[in-house]
Structures are given as C-alpha cells and as structure tokens.
C-alpha cells in the first residue's frame, strides 16, 4: 500500500533548493556546443554554484505554486523559512493560503516537529512522514535526506560551452555533467548542469537516470542582483515521466547571512505565529 | 417400444436380491454424491461468504488501477444517481462506500502512520462483519469526529477511550489534511499487520478530512450468495462501464480462496468419481449376469424374429432402469437431509472450530442443494450405468440363436 | 489347506465375473490411494513451502517481537547464543541469523516501502530456498553493497539487475539515513508477498544502515527431522530463558495448520464410501456365486463337511478375490504416483496467482507414503469379510437335501 512517494524537506527545503541548484545542464538539443577553454576546471565550477545560494544562515520567503491533474486550480503555498545550517536547524512558517497560515515546522536535526494552530498541537513528524510530499509539491527524498552532496558524491566534467541555454536565452552557460559515485545515495545516474559563464550562477539542470532518460527538469529564472550574488528568484521543478505536474518556487525575498536569534528555532516559536520575521 | 420397456423392467426384477444388492450399492452411491456435494456448496459458500463479509464483499466497485495503486488518484463518483441505482438494483444484498488512504495518526507528540478507513456505518454493517470486531467501546456512529483504532495500534499509541487523537495527512486536492478525533473503540482483526495501522472514522469525516466531496475510494457490494456474484455483475455492466467503473470480483481480490476451493472440490470430485466407478462396475456384473443367464431365451425370441437392434435395447433399458431405481430411492433419501441442514446448520466444536472462528470462519456443517446437484448426480448415474451396460447389451444382441438354441 | 483350494477354485469358475468385481476393487483401492498422494502431496507442498521460504522450524526472537516487530525488538548477542547451543546439535540441520527492518526503497522513477532482511548469504542458502529463487543476477556475497529484490517489485520500481538503488531508512537510534545500493539479482520465490515486499542485503550492510552493531532481529532453525522440533523448541527455551521467544512454525503460521487439517476432514467420510460400495459388489458376486453352486455346497455338505467349514471357504474366496484387487489396485497407485514424480507432478500454473499467495509451487507432486498403503489393505480386508459374511449364511442356511433337490 505506497504510493509513489515524493518528500520535501522541512527545513532542510531551502538547503536542498540551494544544493540542488548547483547542478545545471543543457537541456535543449538544437542549441550549439561549442568547446570549453582548456583552463576550465569543472570542480571549482559546481563548488561556485552550490556555494552561490548558500550561507550559513539563509533567510527566504517565498511562494510555491503546484501544478497537478488532480487540481482545477494550482496551489499556492506562501511561506517563510529559516536555514542555520552548521547547527542543521530551521524554521518553517507557512503564511498562505489561510487554511494552512500559522503551520509551523521546527527542523532539531534529527527531529522534525510540526505545530497546526488549527487544532494548537505540537506533533512529532516521524521521519517515514517525512519522506511524504511535503504541502504537495513534486520534491523527492533525495533532497530531504540530504546524505549527498553536490560537490562530493559526484565526479564533474566540462562538456563544452551552450550559446542558447535551456530557460535563458540571452546567457552562455557551461555545460557541465555531474557523476555520482558509486555509493553515493542518489539515484539519478547522471545530473547536467548549464552553469552562467558570466557569473557562476546555475541557470538550468536536469537530471537524468542511468539509462540516460531525461527524467526531470529543474529551471532557474528572473535573476536579480543581491550581495554581489546573482541570485534566481524562480525556479521551476518538472518532471518528465508524469503529465500535468510541475512546481514553481518564486522566491519574495531572500537574504544571506542574516542574524538569527536562536529562539527562532524554539518549540515555543512554533505556537508564537510571529508575523513578522526576526 | 413399449414391449421393451415391460420386457426390461421384468427382466430387472428377474433376480431380486441380486438387482436388491445393486440397487443398494447404487443408492449408497446417490446419496453420497449429492449429498457431498451438497455439504461441499454449502461450506464453500458459507467460507467465501466470511471471507468477503470481512471486507471486500462478493464485488469491489473501483476505479481502474486503484487495487494497485490504492491513492486518493483513483477515485470514483458516488453521486446520487448511482446510489440509487445500487438501491434498486434487486441484485445487490448490501452495499458499502468507503474512503481510503494514508495519514498519521498522533496522541499528544508521538504518531505512527495508519490506514484510515471511511466508512458508512449502517451501510458497512450490511456488507461486512467491521463492526462486530470491536473489542473495546464502540463502532463509529453518525456522530462527527469519532475514530475507532485497531488494538495493537491504541496500545502502541498508548491511547484509551476518550481521549483524542490527531489525524494528519495530505488530502487530494494536496492540501495538508488535520483534525482532532475521538477514540470511541477499538478493533480486533485477524492480521495483527493491519492491528497495528487501521482506523476507522466515518466516511462523511473522512470525505471532508481529504476533500473527496463526493468522491469515494471503492464501493465493496454483496451479492445474495456466491454463485450469483455473475449475475450482480452483469446487472450493473451498464451502469459501471458508462462511468468507468471497474467492478472485481472476490476471486479476483481473493484468488487464494478461490484456490482453495478449487482444490477441495477437486478433491472431493476425484473421490466421487471413483466411487461411482465401483458402483457401475456393480452395475456391469449384475447386467452382465443377468444377459449370460438368458443366452436360451434370447436365443428363442432372436429365432422369433426380434431384432438385435431391439435386445440392445432392451439390455440398455435394464441397465438404466437399475440405476434409475437407485437414483430414486438415494435423491428420496438423499434430499430431505440435505434440505434439512440447509435450513438447520450444525455448529462443530473443538480446536479446530476455535482456529476458524479467529480467522472469521464460522464452522458449521451446512449444506446447500441445488438444482445443478440433482440434475449432474442423475445424468451421472443414468450417463454411468448406460456406459456399463455397452458390453453386455453388445453381447445380448450378438447372441446367435442358433448357438443358443443348442443349449437347450 | 483343502478350503483355500476349494475357496480359489470357487473364486474362478466364472472368470469374468470375478475378473470385473477384482478390478472395481483394483479401481476402489487405487483411485483412493491415489487420492490419498495428491492430497497429501499437496499438504506437503504447502507445509514444506512455508518452512523452506521464510519460516524454518523454528525462530528465536527477542520477546515481543512476534507481537510488534519492530526494530528495537533485537537479539542483541547476535544470535550467538543460540548458536553455540545448537552448534554440532545432531538434530539441527542449518541454522541462520537475520535482521530484520523497515524502510523506503528508491529508484530513479519510483519508491516502495520495503521490509528490509540482512542476511548471512552462506547460511540463508541452507535454510531458505531464497538462493535457489534467484531468476537473474547473482547470489549475494558478504561485504557487498548489492541487493536481491522481487521480480514484482523490480517492475514496481522499473529496475533491473545492476540499477542503482537509494534505501532510505529510519536507524535505531532514531536518525533518517540513506545509502546507495546496486541490484545484485531478482527472485521469484513461490510467495508473492515477498516477491512484492522484501529486500534482502548481506547481514553487515543491513546492521550498520540500521545503526545496529553486532545484533539481529531473529534466529532461524532448521532440523534433521520434523519430529525433533518439540524437543528442540523445550531445550531452547530452558536454555534461553525469558528474554526470549521460540516458536515452531505452527505458532507462526496457524493459518496454515488450519488450512491442513480442514482438507483432511471430508476425505476420510469417501474413502469409507467407496470401501462400502466395493463391499456391496463383492457380496453381490458370492451371493449369485453361493446360489450357483448350492448343489455343489450340498453335496460337500453331504460328505460331511462342516458348516463353518463351508462358511469359511466362501469367506476365503471374498477374501482372495479382494486382496487379488488390492494388490492389484496398490500396483495401479504406487506406478502412477512414481510416474507422475518423474514427470515433475501436475502442473498447476493456471492456478498460479491463487498459490503464491499460499507460498506454494505450480508443481503438485504426489507423495506416497508406505504408511499410506496400510489402511486401506485392512478396510478392504474388512469389508471382504462382512461382505463375505451374508453369502456365507446364505450358504449354508439351506438344509443337504434341499440343496440336492437342486439337480
């Protein structure tokens, strides 16, 4: 009695958003390849862009919008989250749609907590729930688990330069293939990556099974300048295999090492329903 | 012809107590198969009965893949037409709605995963045997808000009646699903597996709990017995394939059982087949007999000018009429039992009825006669005693009067 | 003895006769013998399935296992008490440890949740056809990150021999981890339920991706011989002590007990019908046979033969023509059975989804055993002798010179 099981993370969403940017690839076949500067070393290029969207406290607030044939209307969930990720903790609230506004997620690594003002209860998320989607979206467990690492798990390799990358048109991107290594928990045989020449940020990946078969595509957009990041502030999960799904994250605000009190990351913050961040 | 047939019959009552043995043997043989098969009906039937009043019912209305998949993603439409339909449809005994799927169930800050059932519960009780497994408290009622826990599930949650629990989990329209629940009771299931995550609310809550409106996960129907699930099926072909309703059968859902069945009667069936055989064989020799002994009189009426044709005949008639005395006299006997524990079942004792009943099998002796019994067991016999009468009639009717004549 | 002469003598004066009632009996006592095989063939193929697939004969858990089994619930020793105990234990044949877990099984297009199995790759093989089960790939080795899953859940999860596989799991100490796996080979076992459900991995693997250490959830037992297990199941339990369950496989699957013992029921009621319906032909036959020959009987009588004399040798012919039969008929049974054997049984794959769901094979084999053979030879000699028992009056009820009139 399973379903396909699809999870996304609590707290760690904004982490494995972070990670799973770092990867990007071409995506569109009738773009040209042109050969990549011999200088180029793919390594450093995926350790750019995993590191362009993280810090070690991330504040974001964003709306996810999903897409499926069971809904006449997409689902908007509005949220804002908090990331400290040396101590693995972070907050979630969600703040749309109003049946949903107030839920809490407090990430205690290992422990996942999930408050329902609705009902005023704190309930313990076992992890086997964890791995269940999360508000409904298309994210997998691979990123919740969060046993891999982008840089890592994964030997990477230069394929050439795109001119017309997958999603942004006006940029040239390196193309570069993600590996994972043989015991790396991932299941995707292969990850392309199209990495901005310019600026390092990731700009499209998909990610593909063993037997080469695109499975899912994962698109960035709308970059706007922050920190001296070129930070996407769309990002754009599809997957391949199912029709009708997609989910689309559209970031309102994101800051980079910003200050966080640590009792954020309270059960007690859970039930504040604070309105306002900090 | 009809001088064959006094002829025949006379010749039957020729030796009395030698057709008496016969006879006899044969009535024994009646009464044994129909009555077997009788007792073999009407257990089967009583056994798939159990088995689908535990939760499938004789047919499980269903959207396709839904026994696969079993996600709120296959659902099917219970709106008032097919209610309707399913209320007047003569067919149909009972019918039950339910609303499955997957939550958390949570008492204070612990929780477990369970399968949550929804449930009508006047419906439900007219199809399955749910409610009688309660082991403490009650079965849900109308009222809102009420769940009923499987035993080891209560324990493991350390819950007791009253309290409250939460029910968390993803509805279909993917929005996040929670509310607080009552613990009225709990149940005791043969499966300790699903002890261990089954809950039971009503099917309204449920409807409401995971935005179902007036979507349901299957519709378990029961037919007026086994034998006649076909016919529930072929009643509702039309009304189920305008809708795309996929209707399985409990062999389907339960080839095990089905299985099983199979195999005893093909158990029993090997048996009476062989008691049969001796019986004709019974038949063969007394016919065999009783032509051998005549060779002077058959010679004298074949001088006379009956015709071979006509002998055979009448060795034919002996035979069947022996059997067809038999089948008489054993269906006499033969039915009245049977029809007597189909209305009057005997409860069987011991270990072995306790085992039963904890898996949902009542053990009774219970027959049921019908008219396939009869009608098969007589073609049988009359089919049987016709093949044992080849040789000898063959042989009547080859008698040459001559030679016959000689032995005078 | 000059009645047994007299008595074969009187059995075949009339050849055919005799010759039909010996091959009804011949037919009685081999139709049911053989009856009797397939039954039992089945029965032994359900039992003999269910303790080769998974259960063995017994199982030495943590208590409470059987209860709840969950993770925590472990043999914290490894298993190696028990084993030391049984080590070298003529009644023991094999013997296992395994670990047993929960957990999510990943692959590039699909998940399950899967009952997760650690097994000792040598032992398993001896006490589980698992090995035996293996439809493609390779047998696990030790120290291996390879796993062996059903072929159903192979298609569920759309890989094949070789695909990567992600299992995500809850550790005991709470945590969510994952590791990477390849697949080492398929199975088709004869039960669907592991076929759909249950990954196997080597017993090391399974204990570090489950946070276990050294311990394991169960200890699998198999004896020399069935009728050890009682005693084996008394002396674990002496020895183990408390902390401990030990079941035989009856305590863990009395379905399949019920299941046995309910096929036996009816089948004893018919084979006393057909041993009634040969006796009522043999009476038949020495009836007409006494009436036959009532001046023969009147002239032995005459001589100055006694009248139990005379009874007895019609009691020996019923009895000749009858155990003439059963010979006959046990021939008929113990060649058909042993050929069936050697064509593999009857297959009965149309029947398939049905019996796997028992865990038993498509193939019935009949079993004969030579214990078998025994009670239908005394029924038949029985029912010989009270068929023989009416004739045998008959025989001599009527009086010398009424029999001599008969000329």
């Known amino acids: 009695m399973t379903r396909e099981i699809r999870c996304v993370a609590s707290g760690a969403l904004a982490a494995s958003i972070l990670l799973a940017v770092s990867i990007a690839a071409a995506a569109s076949a009738r773009a040209e390849l042109l050969p990549a500067p011999e200088d180029v070393d793919a390594r450093t290029l995926a350790r750019r862009a995993e590191g362009s969207l993280r810090s070690d406290r991330t504040y974001l607030a964003a709306r996810m919008v999903i897409e499926s044939p069971r809904l006449t209307a997409p689902r908007k969930v509005a949220f804002e989250s908090w990331e400290d990720a040396p101590a693995k903790r972070s907050f979630i609230r969600i703040r749309e749609p109003a049946k949903d506004a107030g839920t809490g997620f407090l990430k205690l690594h290992p422990n996942l907590w999930m408050y329902i003002p609705r009902v005023e209860r704190t309930v313990r998320v076992p992890p086997s729930m964890m791995l269940q989607s999360w508000m409904g979206s298309d994210f997998t467990n691979d990123d919740l688990v969060r046993e891999s690492s982008e840089l890592d798990d994964y030997d990477h390799a230069v394929l050439g330069i795109e001119t017309e990358p997958p999603g942004s048109p006006g940029r040239r991107a390196y ?5 994972p290594h043989e015991e790396a928990p991932v299941v995707w045989g292969k990850i392309r990556a199209w990495i901005d020449i310019e600026n390092g940020m990731p700009l499209a990946q998909d990610f593909f099974d063993e037997d080469g078969e695109r499975l899912r595509e994962l698109r960035f957009g709308d970059f706007r300048e922050l920190d001296g990041r070129h930070v996407p502030h769309r990002w754009e999960l ?4 199912k029709q009708g799904h997609k989910t689309l994250i559209e970031l309102l605000e994101i800051e980079f090492d910003a200050p966080m009190k640590d009792d954020v990351f309270t059960k007690r913050n859970l039930k504040r329903n604070v309105k306002r961040r900090r | 012809m009809g001088l064959e047939w006094r002829l025949a019959w006379r010749n039957v009552w020729r030796n009395p107590r030698r057709t008496g043995l016969t006879v006899a043997a044969t009535v024994f043989a009646v009464l044994l198969v129909i009555l077997s098969v009788a007792l073999s009906t009407g257990m089967h039937d009583k056994m798939v009965e159990d088995s689908v009043r535990v ?17 709120l993603e296959q659902s099917l439409q219970l709106d008032a037409a097919l209610a309707r339909e399913l209320e007047a449809t003569p067919e149909v005994r009972g019918w039950a709605p339910r609303v499955t799927s997957f939550a958390l169930v949570s008492k204070q800050s612990e929780s477990q995963g369970a399968l949550v059932l929804g449930v009508d519960p006047e419906r439900e009780k007219s199809v399955t045997t749910l409610a009688e497994r309660v082991k403490r408290g009650r079965f849900v009622s109308g009222e809102s808000r009420e769940i009923v826990l499987g035993e080891l599930l209560a324990q493991n949650l350390g819950v007791e009646i009253g309290d409250e629990v939460l029910l968390f989990g993803v509805a279909y329209s993917l929005e996040s699903a929670y509310e607080l629940f009552r613990v009225v009771g709990t149940l005791r299931l043969p499966e300790p597996q699903l002890e261990r995550s089954l809950a039971v609310v009503s099917l309204v809550d449920a409807a409401e709990f995971f935005v179902m409106g007036d979507r349901v996960s299957e519709i378990a129907l029961l037919a007026a017995n086994a034998g006649r699930t076909q016919q529930l099926r072929a009643a509702l072909s039309a009304t189920l394939a305008d809708r795309g309703i996929l209707a399985h059968t409990w062999q389907e859902v339960m080839p095990e059982l089905d299985v099983f069945i199979l195999l005893d009667d093909a158990a029993m069936y090997l048996t009476l087949a062989i008691l049969v055989v001796v019986v004709a064989f019974g038949i063969l020799n007394t016919v065999l007999m009783a032509v051998l002994e005549r060779k002077r009189e058959l010679g004298v009426v074949l001088a006379l000018g009956l015709r071979p044709g006509s002998v055979l005949r009448v060795v034919y008639l002996e035979s069947l009429m022996l059997a067809a005395v038999g089948l008489a006299i054993g269906a006499a006997l033969a039915i009245p039992i049977a029809l007597y524990f189909q209305h009057n079942p005997v409860e069987v004792g011991g270990d072995f009825a306790e085992l039963g009943k904890f898996f949902g099998f009542e053990m009774l002796i219970l027959t049921r006669l019908e008219t396939s019994n009869l009608v098969g067991s007589s073609l049988t016999i009359l089919g049987v005693a016709a093949i044992a009468a080849f040789y000898p009639a063959l042989k009547a009717s080859r008698s040459r009067p001559v030679e016959a004549l000689r032995s005078l | 003895m000059m009645l047994w002469r007299l008595a074969w003598r009187g059995a075949w004066r009339n050849p055919r006769r005799t010759g039909i009632v010996l091959t009804a009996v011949a037919v009685g006592i081999a139709g049911c013998l053989v009856s009797m095989a397939l039954n039992f063939g089945l029965v032994v193929q359900l039992v003999d399935t269910a303790i080769e697939t998974e259960l063995g004969h017994l199982q030495v858990h943590a208590r409470g296992f059987h209860a709840n089994p969950k993770l925590d619930r ?46 000792e790759p040598e032992r398993e093989a001896e006490v589980s056809l698992l090995r035996r089960s293996l439809s493609s790939g390779d047998w696990l080795e030790p120290g291996e990150r390879r796993v062996l899953i059903g072929e159903e859940l192979a298609r569920r ?18 945590e969510l981890t994952g590791q990477a796996y390849r697949v080492g080979g398929l199975f088709k076992t004869p039960s669907r339920v592991i076929d759909q459900g249950s990954l196997f991995l080597p017993l090391a693997a399974g204990q570090s991706l489950l946070g276990v250490g050294d311990a394991v959830s169960e200890v699998v037992v198999v004896a020399a011989d069935r009728r050890e297990i009682p005693v084996l199941q008394a002396s674990l339990r002496d020895a183990l002590g408390e902390a401990v369950e030990v079941q ?20 004893w009621v018919l084979y006393g019908a057909v041993f009634v319906a040969m006796a009522f032909g043999i009476a038949n036959v020495l009836l007409m046979a006494v009436y036959e020959r009532k001046r023969e009987i009147g002239m032995l009588l005459a001589l100055g033969l006694k009248r139990h004399q005379v009874m007895a040798t019609i009691l020996l012919e019923s009895l000749a023509v009858t155990l003439l039969g059963i010979a006959l008929g046990v021939a008929v ?45 005394v029924v038949g000699v029985v029912a010989a002798f009270l068929a023989g028992l009416w004739p045998a009056f008959r025989a001599v009820s009527a009086l010398p010179a009424e029999s001599l009139r008969h000329v």
């Open chain 1, 175 to 179: 193309v570069v293939d993600y590996i």
């Open chain 1, 238 to 241: 599809t997957p391949l295999d």
């Open chain 2, 55 to 71: 939760h499938s019912g004789h047919l499980t209305l269903a959207a396709p893949d839904y026994l696969e998949e079993r996600s």
């Open chain 3, 74 to 119: 472990l043999l914290v020793d490894g298993g190696v008490e028990v084993d030391e105990l049984l080590r070298g234990h003529a009644s023991v044949r094999a013997l296992a440890v395994r670990l047993r877990g929960e957990g999510l099984v990943s692959s590039s297009r699909a998940s399950a949740g899967v009952r997760i199995v650690g097994i």
């Open chain 3, 157 to 174: 999860l759309q890989v094949e021999a070789g695909s990567k596989l992600v299992l995500s799991v809850q550790d005991l100490s709470g």
């Open chain 3, 248 to 267: 035989t496989w009856q305590e863990m699957q009395p379905l399949l007990v019920y299941m046995v013992e309910s096929m036996d029921a009816i089948a």
């Open chain 3, 333 to 377: 049974a113990v060649l058909s059975v042993w050929g069936w054997r050697l064509v593999g049984g009857i297959d009965l794959s149309v029947f398939a989804d049905g019996l796997s769901a028992y865990g038993i094979g498509t193939q019935l084999v009949p079993v004969l055993r030579p214990s078998d053979l025994v009670s239908p030879v």
